[in-house]
């Protein structure tokens, strides 16, 4: 079964607000977590990553914190914007100690109220 | 500026004939993913290769098979279309076991 999930397939935020798109793992040897984002009619895009040995990382309104006691992930977008409507994704790897791919969830759809 | 190309864009063929979709990068990367993507299941991995004339499959490779004959190009071919690979097809690049950069898709219809 898939390894990597999310909890929320769908999320409306007001323009402005906070949001928070959270994501499930199940293999405690993953130590390597990606955010990607996908709008419509476009591959994904890389927003941010981070690896087991850091619980916390922050981008440009992004900030992404890692939960390793739970297996828990989750991506904050601050001041969400119209231009933040998207699919978002989270991908996880074992790593250099196993020789596999990235492993997807099934996507979080954010919809921006303006 | 190194990229990564996918064609066609949009496909339609009919049910039986053999398709392939091309996936072409510049950035000299080792590594190379097919993904196909459908409503409710996300992207779901169909073939990869870690370098020149390696390739393994993926989650959902029957009916489909890849080469990768240079560090460029991965095409993925479908030896006999079926309905049921009505999808959108995303190829991915990376240099190691991290960040993949996606193609632009592209989208096939079997009829």
């Known amino acids: 079964g898939e390894s990597v999930g999310l909890h929320l397939p769908t999320l409306s935020v007001q323009e402005g607000d906070n949001s928070i798109i959270n994501c499930a793992y199940s293999?405690?040897?993953?130590?390597?977590f990606i955010w990607y984002k996908q709008e419509s009619g476009k591959g994904p895009q890389f927003i941010i990553d981070?690896?087991?040995?850091?619980d916390k990382r922050q981008g440009q309104r992004v900030t992404v914190l890692l939960n390793k006691t739970v297996k828990h992930l989750s991506l904050q977008i601050a001041a969400t914007q119209p231009g933040d409507s998207a699919v978002y994704f989270c991908?996880?790897?074992?790593?250099?100690?196993?020789?596999?791919?990235?492993?997807f969830g099934k996507g979080t759809r954010l919809s921006v109220i303006a | 500026d190194a990229e990564i190309t996918q064609s066609p864009r949009h496909k339609i063929t009919e049910t039986g004939r053999q398709v392939t979709l091309a996936c072409h990068q510049t950035?000299?990367?080792?590594?190379m993913f097919w993904y196909r993507q459908d409503l409710g299941h996300g992207l779901r991995l169909i073939h990869y290769?870690?370098?020149?004339?390696?390739?393994n499959k993926g989650e959902v490779s029957d009916g489909y098979s890849v080469s990768r004959s240079n560090t460029e190009d991965l095409p993925l071919t479908l030896e006999s279309a079926a309905s049921s690979q009505t999808s959108v097809y995303f190829c991915?690049?990376?240099?190691?076991?991290?960040?993949?950069?996606f193609g632009p898709g592209t989208r096939l219809t079997v009829l």
């Open positions: 991908a996880e790897n074992i790593g250099n100690s196993g020789n596999t791919p990235l492993v």
């Open positions: 290769s870690y370098g020149v004339h390696d390739t």
């Open positions: 293999n405690s040897a993953s130590d390597y």
């Open positions: 950035w000299n990367h080792n590594n």
């Open positions: 991915a690049s990376s240099r190691g076991q991290d960040e993949q950069f």
């Open positions: 981070i690896r087991s040995n850091m």
